[in-house]
């Protein structure tokens, strides 16, 4: 539309210059000019006639300078107003080209002023818009081209049917319906020029041809597109048969592994080769998962270096066999001597005698006549293994379980070779019997660790457990318990009593010992002797001692304040003296008490000096070097000799009670003590003596030179503030 209004303008210019030049070779035709000037109105005409057919103009028109008609080329009369009305205002000018309707015809005109030199008449000339000048446009733009005047009147149209373009484009009420839309018949382009005011240019295409083009188009994509529907439904057919099925079928094929079934179905049709490929790849993934999974519950269920029942599957096993409330025999076996073998021969060959030992059992099992299929046997622990067998039928349990106990300890009483090396190991054995001890298999796996914790302590090579017996344990489970929250939050169930010691010498009281108390939740108090026993079991010592250090010291401070001046001795263990920060706690704890340490005596028994004697040494020389008194308590029933004594950072020995409690009935306490004593002087080392029950003892321990003495006869061990008053009324 846009380039055929260009097209119509461009024409309509171009008419317009033909026109302009036309008038102009005419105005200045001399000739013409002198008709005019004598109004020789047939050479006027002749010219106007002549002229007209030369450049073929429709019409040619001479008008004076009042506005009449001189002449035309119509023959018929014209209103000379309406050519003045069209031209008002450019009679003394070149005019542009104008449109007007003259006896129902369309011009376009142009008038140009005849100069002799000054104007003594109009010239107009103009072009009929007819039926060839709307062909023209027709074949120069491709539209219908129309004329209309100001109220809407058609003048001049190349269309064929008007009747409906003047509906369309005047009513908008025509418009036609296809393919479910309705759309209009004709596209229309008003164009208004400003030469032609009162006239109206519509250039107007009908749609026919390209809604027909149009339609031809969707009809065939809509072709086009349900044949690619059948297409792809035919292929999808395909590719589900093909691929889509197979892929389904590893679908379910990775459900069934999430299940933990591992066997994939072979596939039952023919595939193309990457989904063979891939099928292939899912049986492959399916075997490797099945082996490591068989792999993973392997271990999972069985001890890494020996390849038997670990300790969880043990209690499995052994509940199911329980069920079938057969009597069994339930016994632990611990390989004596073993931590000698990994500490002098290394933790290597430790781990080969466990294996050969973990081999040679289900060996034994197979020879011995047991019902072998029945037999449940697995390592519980570091060198810990249980096993349990059904009780022959027909035989006596007692019988049944001498002979069987006697059968594994006589084939296990031999030497293993391991490496170049043959290594003698015995079996230390914790015996239980099913029903009569149990029939929960982790009641009777703990009740087994009793029996053989037992067999241990009391040096038993077979060892039964006693009903009863877990019930002590639980209790020593339950203080362990009970003194854990105790240390967190010590209030008043735990507390320190001192006992003083007498200067044999000066006859005053420059020492005590401190001694630690606790009251459990019930209100009774537990014997030092077992919770202390009980803590270096659990390694709850480190804090037990490190809180009596700190109440000690504590103490010290306070008397120091009363002008009270006593050393106290601090009983202490192995594994506080072994413990890397001791000696660290305990100089910043001084530090922090204002206490000297000469004011404090660190008491540890022979035992603990014999467990790791190197370091226990240097803990002790790095003791004394601080300016700490350093005594060994309980001397006289442990490992040590005098010879050994004197290599130590010692200052003080304490005699065992043991030998004090009947000394003055007692002749070999006598010739004990007294030799204890002098020899102890002559090693520089002061003596002290503890259990002094009655003044005969204790004028004998003056009588023989000691040092120190502390007992019941001198003082219990009293509170704080107990033994301030006691001290007074002294």
Not at 172 to 183: N, P
Request: with cysteine.
């Amino acid at each position: 539309m846009q380039s055929a209004e260009s097209v119509l303008i461009e024409y309509l210019s171009a008419k317009e210059q033909v026109l302009t030049t036309s008038a102009k070779v005419l105005t200045a035709d001399f000739g013409f000019k002198q008709a005019i000037a004598t109004q020789d109105v047939e050479t006027i005409q002749s010219v106007l006639d002549n002229h007209a057919a030369r450049i073929e103009a429709d019409l040619m028109i001479l008008m004076n300078t009042n506005g009449e008609l001189v002449s035309n080329n119509l023959g018929s009369k014209i209103d000379a107003k309406m050519l003045g009305d069209a031209f008002q205002g450019n009679t003394n000018q070149q005019s542009s080209a104008q449109f007007i309707y003259l006896e129902g015809v369309l011009y376009e005109v142009i008038m140009l002023p005849i100069k002799a030199p000054h104007t003594v008449g109009y010239c107009i000339i103009g072009f009929a818009i007819n039926n060839t000048f709307l062909t023209e446009l027709k074949r120069l733009t491709t539209l219908d081209v129309s004329f209309t005047d100001i109220d809407n009147n058609w003048i001049f149209s190349s269309a064929d049917n008007l009747q409906e373009l003047n509906a369309q484009i005047f009513n908008s009420d025509f418009i036609a319906a296809e393919l479910f839309v309705e759309r209009p018949q004709y596209i229309n382009r008003l164009v208004t020029l400003n030469q032609a005011k009162n006239i109206t240019i519509i250039l107007s295409s009908s749609m026919q041809e390209i809604y027909k083009e149009f339609d031809t188009l969707v009809y065939f994509i809509v072709i086009l597109s349900l044949t690619i529907v059948v297409l792809a439904i035919i292929l999808s057919s395909w590719l589900s048969k093909n691929l889509v099925n197979p892929i389904n079928d590893l679908v379910r094929s990775t459900r069934l592994f999430a299940k933990g079934e591992y066997e994939i179905q072979p596939l039952n049709h023919k595939v193309n080769q990457e989904v063979k490929t891939l099928h292939e790849s899912f049986e492959k993934m399916g075997s490797e998962i099945s082996l490591r999974e068989h792999k993973i519950k392997h271990q999972a269920r069985h001890d890494k270096l020996t390849d038997l029942f670990n300790r969880q599957t043990v209690i499995e096993e052994l509940d199911v066999k329980l069920r079938s409330n057969q009597p069994r025999l339930v016994i632990a076996i611990n390989i004596r001597g073993f931590r000698r073998i990994n500490d002098v021969l290394g933790a290597s060959i430790g781990d080969k005698v466990l294996q050969s030992f973990a081999l040679e059992l289900p060996v034994f099992l197979s020879a011995s006549n047991c019902h072998f299929e029945d037999a449940i046997y697995g390592r519980v622990g570091g060198d810990e293994f249980l096993l349990s067998i059904p009780i022959e039928q027909g035989i006596a349990e007692e019988v049944f379980t001498e002979n069987f106990i006697t059968t594994l300890i006589q084939y296990f009483d031999k030497e293993l070779s391991i490496g170049n090396l043959m290594i003698n190991t015995r079996l230390r054995l914790g015996v239980l019997k099913v029903p009569e001890h149990g029939n929960n298999a982790e009641d009777l796996l703990r009740r087994a660790n009793i029996a053989i914790d037992a067999a241990r302590a009391e040096s038993l090579s077979v060892r039964y457990y006693q009903n009863g017996e877990e019930e002590n344990y639980l209790a020593r489970l339950k203080i362990i318990e009970e003194l854990k929250l105790v240390l967190q939050n010590p209030g008043n169930s735990l507390f320190l009593v001192y006992q003083p010691k007498l200067n044999l010498s000066t006859g005053e009281i420059d020492k005590v010992e401190a001694l630690i108390r606790w009251q459990d939740s019930s209100g009774n108090f537990v014997s030092p002797e077992l919770f202390v026993s009980l803590a270096e079991q659990s390694g709850l010592i480190i804090s037990l001692t490190q809180w009596v250090i700190k109440e000690a010291l504590s103490q010290i401070q306070k008397w120091k304040t009363l002008d009270i001046q006593l050393k106290v001795a601090i009983n202490v263990s192995a594994q506080d003296l072994s413990h890397p920060q001791f000696i660290d706690f305990l100089l910043s704890s001084l530090s922090a008490y204002e206490v000297d340490s000469n004011q404090i005596t660190i008491e540890l028994t022979e035992r603990d000096i014999m467990q790791n004697e190197d370091l226990i040494v240097h803990r002790l020389q790095q003791l004394k070097k601080m300016g700490t008194y350093i005594s060994v308590d309980d001397y006289g029933i442990g490992q040590s000799s005098l010879a050994k004594l004197k290599q130590l950072p010692i200052d003080e020995l304490k005699i065992d009670k043991s030998f004090i409690l009947e000394l003055n009935t007692s002749h070999q306490d006598k010739q004990i003590v007294s030799s204890t004593i002098n020899l102890g002087h002559k090693l520089g080392l002061n003596v002290v003596a503890e259990g002094v029950e009655n003044k005969e003892s204790l004028d004998l321990l003056k009588k023989y030179g000691c040092n120190h003495a502390q007992g019941y006869h001198l003082s219990r061990p009293v509170k704080a503030n107990e033994l301030v008053t006691w001290l007074e009324s002294q």
